[in-house]
């Protein structure tokens, strides 16, 4: 923060509430609490005192958001994606994750986590539409954090540290990616896990496929 000016604010707070036996959809309302209203009542506190456009907002997303939106009906995702305020897209991605959580077989071991950050995602869109900072979401990938629980099983995927997925944040915050003028954009960290911090590769990725 400088002269009174906020120039970035970095949404990382979220929670993967999926366990092994759990009724789904009693994890619905938690997580939507947690990983949209939350970010959506963050970032509408501290809208008023960034500036201009070379302030920055960026999300903390998935790469389950993207899949989860993209194996959405048509009109589901034109639903989610033509949301014209945050109430309705709120309305939309919880009736989605509702019926993911009655119908869960097809929908991944993370159903409910991956369509909150597909809200995320078009929260991201939506706003980058109405704000003059640049607002934009960001993936580290899958990496070794507490979000997953205690009895993660990584042994069928390596995952990568938490620091090597940090990278795509801080490469955005500071205008290594993006040109420092992209807004309205996905960016995930695109390294093999065991790659230096140093030689991080970080990428776009498109909304669609």
Same mark, same amino acid.
């Given at each position: $923060?400088?002269? !009174?000016?906020? %120039?970035?604010? /970095?949404? =990382?707070?979220?929670?993967?509430?999926?366990? #092994?036996?759990? @009724?789904?959809?009693?994890?619905?309302?938690?997580?939507?609490?947690?990983?949209?209203?939350?970010?959506?009542?963050?970032?509408?506190?501290?809208? $008023?005192?960034? !500036?201009?456009? %070379?302030?920055? /907002?960026? =999300?903390?997303?998935?790469?389950?958001?993207? #899949?989860?939106? @993209?194996?959405?009906?048509?009109?589901?995702?034109?639903?989610?994606?033509?949301?014209?305020?945050?109430?309705?897209?709120?309305?939309?991605?919880?009736?989605?994750?509702?019926?993911?959580?009655?119908?869960?077989?097809?929908?991944?071991?993370?159903?409910?986590?991956?369509?909150?950050?597909?809200?995320?995602?078009?929260?991201?869109?939506?706003?980058?539409?109405?704000?003059?900072?640049?607002?934009?979401?960001?993936?580290?990938?899958?990496?070794?954090?507490?979000?997953?629980?205690?009895?993660?099983?990584?042994?069928?995927?390596?995952?990568?540290?938490?620091?090597?997925?940090?990278?795509?944040?801080?490469?955005?915050?500071?205008?290594?990616?993006?040109?420092?003028?992209?807004?309205?954009?996905?960016?995930?960290?695109?390294?093999?896990?065991?790659?230096?911090?140093?030689?991080?590769?970080?990428?776009?990725?498109?909304?669609?496929?």
């Amino acid at each position: $923060r400088t002269s !009174g000016r906020l %120039d970035a604010l /970095i949404n =990382n707070a979220g929670i993967l509430l999926e366990r #092994r036996g759990c @009724r789904l959809a009693d994890i619905v309302e938690p997580t939507l609490l947690v990983n949209f209203d939350g970010l959506v009542d963050i970032t509408r506190a501290f809208l $008023r005192i960034m !500036g201009g456009p %070379d302030s920055q /907002i960026i =999300n903390l997303s998935s790469g389950a958001g993207l #899949r989860a939106a @993209r194996a959405l009906s048509a009109i589901d995702r034109a639903a989610l994606d033509g949301a014209s305020d945050v109430a309705s897209l709120r309305s939309t991605l919880a009736k989605l994750c509702v019926r993911a959580a009655a119908h869960p077989h097809g929908a991944g071991e993370t159903p409910i986590y991956a369509l909150s950050k597909a809200g995320v995602n078009s929260y991201t869109r939506l706003l980058a539409r109405r704000v003059r900072v640049r607002v934009n979401a960001c993936s580290p990938g899958f990496c070794r954090t507490e979000i997953a629980g205690t009895a993660a099983d990584y042994s069928t995927r390596e995952p990568k540290t938490p620091a090597l997925g940090a990278t795509v944040a801080v490469r955005l915050l500071f205008g290594e990616i993006g040109g420092g003028a992209a807004t309205g954009t996905f960016f995930k960290e695109s390294s093999k896990p065991g790659t230096p911090v140093a030689e991080a590769q970080s990428s776009v990725e498109p909304w669609e496929d």
